[in-house]
């Protein structure tokens, strides 16, 4: 009896290992899979073989929208004059529905790959003082005033398994700044804590 409770915790071991194998690939293969095949339809390109024949290349319609947005930052950068690009865009700001969606979009960008990145400087909130619980976030902002609050910054605090978030007013005496990668951080908030890194040398070694 023992033997087979030996076999059984052994075969459940082996397929825990596999699930942890397996599922990581599928679900990562899948996404961008769903992704290529998502992007490849905006440019559907199909390139003929033969007679009536024709073949689908994956990947082939995001090279042509990556080098049309390669082209296009060459032209408005090298082309066209920026007082114009500066000229359409205060257009823009004065179209109410316009304004929000555009600036909002290319503030979130901006945010990622700008100059003036966002969501690099990970910190710890203190949220209730009399319970010492504390949230992680990103400060987004340190400058309040056009918004006439002084001593506080502005947090955003990712959900958990969620694209999704919060953002919180909180005084600055109670954000303390964490000497942490950016990205682990964010790996372990949208994780739920799960994804944390750990030492090489701390790293649990197999059965």
């Known amino acids: 009896m023992e033997s087979k409770n030996s076999v059984l915790k052994r075969i459940i071991r082996y397929f825990i290992r596999g699930l942890v194998l397996v599922a990581p690939l599928y679900a990562t293969g899948l996404i961008i899979w769903t992704g290529v095949e998502y992007l490849d ?3 559907s ?3 003929p073989i033969s007679n009536n024949q024709y073949v689908y290349l994956p990947g082939l319609g995001i090279v042509l929208i990556i ?3 390669i082209f296009l930052g060459f032209f408005f950068s090298t082309i066209v004059p920026q007082s114009f690009v500066r ?7 004065r179209i109410p ?6 600036y909002s979009i290319k503030d979130l960008i901006l945010a990622f790959v700008g100059d003036k990145k966002k969501f690099n400087q990970p910190v710890l909130v203190t949220m209730y003082r009399e319970t010492q619980i504390k949230k992680i976030g990103f400060i987004t902002q340190t400058d309040l005033s056009h918004l006439n609050i002084a001593d506080h910054v502005a947090v955003y605090m990712p959900l958990s398994y969620s694209l999704s978030g919060e953002l919180f007013i909180v005084p600055a005496e109670h954000v303390v700044v964490l ?3 950016s990205t682990d ?5 949208v994780s739920g804590g799960v994804s ?3 030492p090489r040398e701390e790293t649990p070694e197999g059965d």
């Open 196 to 198: 944390v890194k750990v």
């Open 87 to 93: 000229f359409a865009e205060s257009i823009m700001r």
């Open 185 to 189: 951080v964010m790996k372990m908030l």
């Open 67 to 69: 080098l049309f947005i």
């Open 45 to 47: 390109v199909d390139i």
């Open 179 to 181: 000497d942490a990668s």
């Open 97 to 102: 529905l316009v304004s929000l969606i555009y």
């Open 41 to 43: 339809n905006i440019i």
